[in-house]
């Protein structure tokens, strides 16, 4: 038995790129950045940030550029895949990417909302979007 699934909640950490792929349908592309807090052998909490290529297609790439900026809370449920290619001087690149297959929105307003606000944000219905399977081999980057 095989499994291949990623789980991340993490925050942009730039704006989403949007490009077409030649079969017309469209790529976004964006960096998240997940942290994880732990007590070290000297009892100290320390902070370590993970940063991670999110890549999607279709539907959820167009929702993705229209609602999701740097900054902003996401639920990314998806794969791993890793790519190669050769670069001008010849060297073999690799590329770890999360192909989104599902993304949840954070909430709106974001650290800057009111208490009033962000109260109101979290009880609204935050949609769940999937996508369906696309090959990743015609990307253009």
């Known amino acids: ?40 052998k000297e009892g100290q909490k320390q902070q370590q940030t993970e940063f991670h290529n999110i890549v999607l297609f279709g539907r959820l790439a167009e929702i993705a550029s229209q609602y999701l900026k740097k900054g902003n809370l996401v639920f990314i449920e998806g794969r791993l895949k890793t790519r190669n290619w050769q670069d001008a001087n010849g060297t073999t690149r690799y590329r770890t990417e999360i192909i989104g297959e599902r993304i949840q929105l954070g909430p709106k307003g974001g650290e800057k909302a009111s208490s009033a606000q962000k109260e109101i944000s979290l009880s609204e219905e935050i949609p769940i979007i999937e996508e369906e399977e696309i090959d990743i081999k015609d990307i253009p980057f």
């Open 1 to 40: 038995m095989n499994l291949n699934k990623v789980f991340l909640i993490g925050r942009l950490t730039n704006d989403p790129q949007i490009k077409n792929l030649p079969s017309g349908k469209m790529i976004c592309i964006f960096g998240l950045a997940t942290d994880r807090f732990f007590v070290d």
